[in-house]
């Protein structure tokens, strides 16, 4: 049984765990493991975490059999919801969290009145397929400074007044 929720404050050590996890396996190779070090350290410790939420960022966890399997965050404003983080345990991939996620925040967006998704993904992130085969498509190519580092993204955008993607 999949359930997605709210993310609480007592979500957050599970939350980064899972983070540190999926980081490992997802960019290692991608960004050199100082900074994969240094943006876990920034973006997903404890405190990093109950940061982002005083900013407005809102997190929502995916349980299944009551274990967190993977977690999002996002933020609204007038015109976009931006997606900030959407990540799935290796394990989980492939077996529709992903899809079920976005319908979610897709859902969450039309009572809002807001009809545009936002994220940005790794250039060499294969979950850049991901999101293409959902519908995302790029918007932008950049590359954002961040401390020391460079993050190469893709902007990505899926405007909700496409046909949703089937469940």
Do not use: C
Not at 36 to 49: H, R, V
């Amino acid at each position: 049984m999949i359930a997605i929720e709210q993310a609480q404050v007592k979500d957050f050590p599970v939350i980064q765990l899972l983070a540190e996890k999926i980081w490992e396996d997802t960019y290692t190779g991608i960004l050199s493991n100082e900074q994969i070090d240094f943006m876990l350290e920034n973006m997903y410790s404890q405190q990093a975490l109950k940061k982002q939420v005083d900013e407005g960022i809102q997190f929502l966890v995916v349980r299944s059999d009551d274990e967190i399997v993977a977690f999002a965050g996002y933020s609204a404003n007038d015109e976009l919801i931006k997606i900030h983080k959407l990540y799935i345990s290796t394990q989980q991939q492939g077996k529709g969290i992903g899809r079920k996620i976005i319908n979610h925040i897709s859902e969450l967006a039309i009572t809002q009145h807001i009809y545009l998704l936002e994220l940005n993904v790794n250039r060499n992130n294969p979950a850049l397929y991901f999101y293409q085969k959902l519908g995302f498509v790029i918007h932008q190519s950049i590359d954002i400074p961040y401390f020391q580092f460079e993050m190469n993204d893709y902007i990505m955008r899926y405007s909700l007044t496409q046909s949703p993607e089937p469940t």
